[in-house]
């Protein structure tokens, strides 16, 4: 006698597909570190709220489901961003203008910085990827605007300050 109900198991991802899981985890962090400073929540409540309701959950019209992120990196950006938002902010300051620093920049582009802060600050990510992903992050927000070329600028001065053995 065969036994039917074995749980499957789970399908080997192509590299291809952990790709976009991760830049689905980067745009969800993005997403819910903005969240976070709109509303007042605090980490832990928006990162169950993404993981519960937004991760691979399908779309109220019918149409696409969103993507699904990888939980593993997006849980560390959120961890990362909260615990050094000081010294990301810091850095972000410098990049900028004197006379725009970080308060009165887009909120969007806050927490971007935030997200791509959080990863620069881990080795595991090349920086020109890090880059190379957070400016497609800002093409999803800024379609038509020129703030992906400011992300651009932004970032490679953060990533030659975190991480300039890596240039």
């Given at each position: 006698m065969t036994d039917d109900t074995a749980p499957e198991t789970p399908k080997k991802r192509t590299l291809e597909e952990k790709r976009q899981m991760k830049s689905a985890a980067r745009l969800y962090a993005v997403q819910a570190l903005f969240q976070m400073e709109a509303s007042g929540q605090g980490v832990d409540r928006v990162v169950r709220e993404f993981e519960t309701f937004r991760f691979g959950a399908a779309l109220e019209d019918g149409g696409d489901e969103l993507a699904e992120g990888d939980g593993n990196l997006?849980?560390?950006?959120?961890?990362?961003?909260v615990v050094w938002q000081a010294k990301i902010d810091q850095a972000t300051d410098r990049a900028l203008v004197a006379k725009w620093p970080i308060d009165r920049i887009d909120p969007v582009l806050r927490a971007l910085f935030r997200a791509a802060g959080a990863e620069l600050l881990n080795p595991g990510t090349p920086p020109k990827v890090v880059i190379t992903e957070f400016v497609d992050v800002a093409r999803a927000f800024f379609p038509d605007g020129k703030e992906p070329k400011f992300v651009n600028a932004v970032l490679d001065h953060m990533a030659h300050e975190f991480r300039p053995e890596a240039f």
């Open positions: 997006f849980r560390r950006l959120m961890d990362d961003a």
